[in-house]
């Protein structure tokens, strides 16, 4: 089946400091990829849609300059995380849309990434 | 707009017993309707899904949902749970159109007790 990746798996930084995380479809180009924050114990919330070969599309109340999305190419998305604060700590999950064979447009998610910020 | 509700934030079940989570979804058309579990710490992992056809879906790890329109349900059952069926289950919604992001449900935290 298609496989998702994201890296790093966990990740501890400094108030202040910009973190970057990597979501890769690893056997199918997605042209569509999804990033979604799920806070301890609670669902996952859509930040933005992120289109390869342009700008993401960013949900109500997320600040598109301190989460910035670049989908550079059909396997690759990244998240990056501006001057990183403690609330910004969550649990970030990516998705990629397939549209391959008989399972037309099916959402893959990676494994998540865990980022806390001190 | 769409939604989706899970009433039952967490259920204990025997194991061996048989389980039933619900879920309700508001949507306009015909949804495409999943159901992902998540066990701590870890990523989602589907279980099943509708997107039309049989109302019965047959899932991994032996589960299975009913879609059922005139309820707007979406209920997940399992005959006998094991204990490592314990984990977080969500119902998520996509669109009719394919394509879009899932709407999601807050989760139902499954414990099973032996």
């Known amino acids: 089946g298609a496989v998702v990746s994201q890296h790093p798996s966990w990740v501890i930084c400094k108030s202040g400091t910009s973190v970057k995380i990597e979501c890769r479809s690893l056997?199918?180009?997605?042209?569509?990829m999804f990033w979604y924050r799920q806070f301890p114990k609670q669902s996952l919330m859509l930040m933005a849609t992120?289109?390869?070969?342009?700008?993401?599309?960013?949900e109500q109340g997320v600040e598109k300059d301190k989460f910035l999305i670049n989908h550079a190419s059909l396997t690759l998305s990244t998240l990056t995380v501006t001057s990183a604060h403690p609330e910004d700590s969550s649990f970030y999950i990516c998705?990629?849309?397939?549209?391959?064979?008989?399972?037309?447009?099916?959402?893959?998610f990676g494994p998540g990434t865990r980022l806390t910020v001190t | 707009a769409q939604s989706v509700t899970q009433p039952d934030i967490h259920i204990t079940v025997s194991e061996g017993a048989s389980l039933e989570l619900r879920c309700n979804y508001s949507?306009?058309?015909?949804?495409?309707l999943f159901w992902y579990v998540q066990s701590p710490g870890q990523g989602l992992q589907l279980l099943l899904k509708?997107?039309?056809?049989?109302?019965l879906v047959q899932g991994i790890k032996g589960f299975e949902a009913e879609f059922k329109r005139s309820q707007s349900s979406f209920n997940l059952r399992k005959p006998s749970v094991h204990w490592s069926d314990a984990a977080e289950y969500f119902c998520?919604?996509?669109?009719?159109?394919?394509?879009?992001?899932?709407?999601f449900g807050k989760g139902t935290t499954l414990s099973v007790s032996s």
């Open positions: 992120s289109n390869e070969g342009s700008k993401a599309t960013y």
């Open positions: 998705s990629a849309l397939t549209g391959r064979g008989g399972h037309q447009h099916e959402q893959y």
């Open positions: 056997d199918f180009q997605a042209t569509t």
């Open positions: 949507y306009g058309a015909t949804p495409y």
């Open positions: 998520a919604v996509g669109a009719g159109q394919a394509g879009t992001a899932l709407i």
């Open positions: 509708y997107f039309s056809g049989d109302t």
